[in-house]
């Protein structure tokens, strides 16, 4: 006689089996794209590459929370101070485009490259303003 599995073997084996119809939730669609005013974010952006992620961490491996980190696109407020970047120096890539034949010293490059653009024509300050990231990318952080 074979011998009886209680419920609770079976609710175990859905949940390892099928984690999504357990635990899963539907994400919101986006609706009526065609309405909404879009702006193209294409063309030349200012560009910091970042082979050692000082941008984003110490080097203890803890993320930045000073002004250190190349998101907060920080000024000196002094001449003493010392701010080692600027984007407003820095170079320039297009976008999209990958940028390793953008630049001929990043062809075998594969590590952070930290993009701005200041002005978006059309968006208002203070403006909310949804993005939504499409393509390629490892990750993406706040921009200033």
Known sequence: MPRAFPLRHYLLALCLLFPGA???QVAPLIANISARRMVSLDGQWQVIVDPYDTG???YHG?????NNAFFKNYKPQSASELVE???DTSGYLNVPGDWNTQRESL???EGSV???RSTLAGITVGQRMPMIRSGPQ???NRSS
Request: no cysteine; proline share 4%.
């Open 107 to 109: 062809l075998f490059y």
């Open 56 to 58: 984003s961490f110490d």
């Open 62 to 66: 803890r993320p930045l929370t000073n």
């Open 85 to 87: 970047y600027d984007f």
């Open 138 to 140: 490892n990750s993406a």
């Open 114 to 116: 930290w993009y701005k």
């Open 22 to 24: 357990v635990f899963g």
